[in-house]
């Protein structure tokens, strides 16, 4: 069964940075796009960022470009959302998840959608202070 664990959130001040990791079992991370969603309180699941399976493809909300890195670690099994000058804003449980095997979601424009991954983790808790 493929699993998603996510690590690195915590309570960081407004401007710091965080790097967020997925660690992804039973499968191999370059063989299914991987996406970060995140979750504020009251509000709807939003799509933060993705990588495709080729790694060849990235794409970011509005709300991060320019302040989010997402990059993959094959030899790790690992994808990793790497997120500067973090604002209160931010403040919200990060998830990542997978797809099925190669499927390609992960276009460079556009929205990234829940409903195309199948494959959730349990999310880690970011919470920025002003």
């Known amino acids: 069964q493929l699993q998603l664990v996510e690590s690195g959130g915590g309570l960081v001040q407004f401007g710091s940075s965080l790097r967020l990791s997925c660690v992804v079992s039973?499968?191999?991370?370059?063989?299914?796009?991987i996406g970060w969603f995140r979750r504020a309180p009251g509000k709807e699941y939003e799509g933060v960022s993705c990588?495709?399976?080729?790694?060849?493809?990235?794409n970011y909300a509005d709300s991060v470009k320019g302040r989010a890195t997402i990059s993959r670690d094959n030899a790790k099994n690992t994808v990793y959302l790497q997120m500067n000058s973090l604002k209160p804003e931010d403040t919200a449980v990060y998830y990542c998840?997978?797809?099925?095997?190669?499927?390609?979601?992960?276009?460079?424009?556009?929205?990234?959608?829940?409903?195309?991954?199948?494959?959730w983790g349990q999310g880690t808790q970011v919470t920025v202070s002003s």
């Open positions: 998840a997978a797809t099925e095997l190669y499927s390609n979601v992960c276009r460079t424009a556009g929205p990234i959608l829940l409903n195309q991954y199948d494959y």
């Open positions: 990588i495709s399976s080729s790694g060849g493809s990235t």
């Open positions: 039973n499968t191999a991370v370059d063989s299914r796009t």
